[in-house]
Every structure is written in C-alpha cells, then in structure tokens.
C-alpha cells in the first residue's frame, strides 16, 4: 500500500497476499478478489482520527469446489470471413482476477435533542415513564402523602343495598372517608400475613 491512506495504490501481488491466495494458480484458472474498505468515524473526534481500514477476501470460494467451472472465466467469439466468403469464429475462453471493491461505513455524531426524543420515546413505549413519575411523587415530592391518598383509594368488602340501583355497578363499593396512607404502594407481606 502507497503512503496516501485515503487514494492507495496496491500491487495485484500484495492484494493476493493479502487475501492468502496463490497467485500460480489464480492465473490459472481465473478468481474473484474482494477489496473491502470500512469507514468507521465518530464524528465528535478529530478528522485525524477518521480512517478506512482495507480488507481483502476472495469472493469465488464456494466456485473453487465447483467441477463445472472453477474460478473465474467467460468466453467470447471473434467473427471474420475468409477471402471465399465463408464465416469462421474463433472461440475464445478467457481467465482472469477481477477486482471487486466493497466499500462499507458507519458515522455517528452525539446530539443531545435526538437523544432525548429516543429515550422519551423508549420510556414512554414500555411504560417506564409511568413508573419513573409514579416513584418521584410518591416519595420525593412535598405532596406525596396528597398523592399516595388520591392515587391509592381504598375500597370496601360490604355489598351494596341490593334496592339501590346496582344492576351494572361492582359489588365492592368506596368509602367515603378520606385516607392518609404512609404506605408506598408496594406490597407488604407482614400486612398480610
């Protein structure tokens, strides 16, 4: 590889070095070599630090086990008439490396706004967002105990008066009274057993 990072030039050689392969043998029978060139930048750094790296693979290996025909290779006709008239063609089978360049990149750059949408955006699609206010209101907030009293109603086992006009109601009615709880909302298995 040259001394220019960005604009390389490479020798047919060096590529197949690169790739482990035989040069004897390619030339033979013809392959395809992959040049893979891979961006990978981070945005917020210095363009310094905003290299490609080369790679190099052969693509035809699955051909090379192949009997019908291995590697890589075309034919092609050259058509001429003779000085009696007569057509003739020359059937030409050709070998050869052909170079196919891959060029692959990832570049990001941190920015606060899209950051913040997405994570409103993946709170709120879960439900964390709900949870997350729930626990600051119930616990960090001077009216907590309002909070907890309002969110956390509680709810009576007596059925209702069976001449009230019930017929789609819940048999478990509200009471009245208001309550203070002191009680996070989690549950308590000392209240219970």
């Known amino acids: 590889m040259g001394p220019d990072i960005y604009c390389p030039i490479f020798k047919v050689g ?5 790739a ?11 392959g395809v070599i992959g040049i893979k060139i891979n961006w990978m930048c981070d945005l917020d750094k210095s363009d310094d630090y905003c290299n490609p790296s080369y790679s190099f693979t052969r693509l035809d290996a699955m051909s090379q086990k192949s009997t019908v025909s291995p590697g890589y290779n075309f034919r092609f006709a050259k058509y001429y008439k003779m000085e009696n008239g007569t057509d003739y063609r020359t059937l030409i089978k050709a070998y050869a ?3 196919d360049v891959i060029v692959n ?6 920015n606060m706004i899209p950051t ?3 994570m409103v955006a993946a709170f709120t699609s879960v439900g964390v967002g709900t949870v997350l206010c729930d626990i600051i209101l119930l616990n960090f907030l001077k009216g907590a105990e309002q909070y907890k009293a309002k969110k956390f109603e509680e709810v009576s086992d007596d059925p209702l008066d069976s001449h009230s006009n019930g017929l789609y109601r819940s048999q478990l009615s509200l ?3 208001t309550f203070k709880s002191s009680d996070s909302g989690a549950f308590s298995i000392e209240h219970y057993s």
């Open 14 to 18: 060096d590529i197949l070095s690169y």
């Open 20 to 30: 482990q392969q035989n040069f004897t043998e390619l030339a033979a029978k013809g």
């Open 97 to 99: 490396i052909r170079f």
């Open 105 to 110: 990149g990832n570049a990001g750059k941190f």
């Open 116 to 118: 913040l949408i997405n």
């Open 175 to 177: 009471r009245q009274t």
